[in-house]
T-cell receptor, first 117, second 113 residues
């Protein structure tokens, strides 16, 4: 079974600064996706960014980028020029790609990020 | 209108009561999921369905049942609610052809007294 670990329960950073959220995962498989989801106080789950394991290039979405280290099984999220609207719970998630079409998400325990004005 | 809706949004019930949480989607997706979120535990999969005739248990299915009434509807039932089922429940959907993104509903906050 796959596991996802987020070792930082809470973080805070000043507005406009850069912050990095950590995520590690455990799998013996080679074909999978990794995701970061954001959950603001509204509690809606919002996909921030995804990474395909077979792609060496790190995914980027505007101010959000990842550092994907496949050998180390590490998948950190960097938020640049942080904004007050980035205040949220962030979840790292793993999806194994299988030949049986039964892909499921496994989530980490989350990191609560607070952006300080 | 939201693509994935959940009813009710909030519910308080008593121990032993039967309760149903409903999920509807207008995205035309085949796959639907029910997750439970607890503080410090993240989201955990309860049940999932890849089409109307397909129901599968997830990581924490004990005490829950589901019904896929149509492609667009997937209900979660607590047969006899207990306090440790107090949690935030999410429904999600995904497209068979684009399985690598799940779309979440707004969540249902359930409190069992």
């Amino acid at each position: 079974a796959q596991t996802v670990t987020q070792s930082q329960p809470e973080m805070s950073v000043q507005e406009a600064e850069t912050v990095t959220l950590s995520c590690t995962y455990d799998t013996s498989e080679n074909n999978y996706y990794l995701f970061w989801y954001k959950q603001p106080p509204s509690r809606q789950m919002i996909l921030v960014i995804r990474q395909e394991a077979y792609k060496q290039q790190n995914a980027t979405e505007n101010r959000f980028s990842v550092n994907f280290q496949k050998a180390a099984k590490s998948f950190s999220l960097k938020i640049s020029d942080s904004q007050l609207g980035d205040t949220a719970m962030y979840f790292c998630a793993f999806m194994l790609i299988s030949n049986f079409g039964n892909e499921k998400l496994t989530f980490g325990t989350g990191t609560r990020l607070t952006i300080i004005p | 209108d939201a693509d994935v809706t959940q009813t009710p949004r909030n519910r308080i019930t008593k121990t032993g009561k039967r309760i149903m949480l409903e999920c509807s989607q207008t995205k035309g997706h085949d796959r639907m999921y029910w997750y439970r979120q607890d503080p410090g535990l993240g989201l955990r999969l309860i049940y999932y369905s890849f089409d109307v005739k397909d129901i599968n248990k997830g990581e924490i299915s004990d005490g829950y049942s589901v019904s896929r009434q149509a492609q667009a509807k997937f209900s979660l039932s607590l047969e006899s609610a207990i306090p440790n089922q107090t949690a935030l429940y999410f429904c999600a959907t995904s497209d068979l052809r684009v399985y690598n993104e799940q779309f979440f509903g707004p969540g249902t906050r359930l409190t069992v007294l």
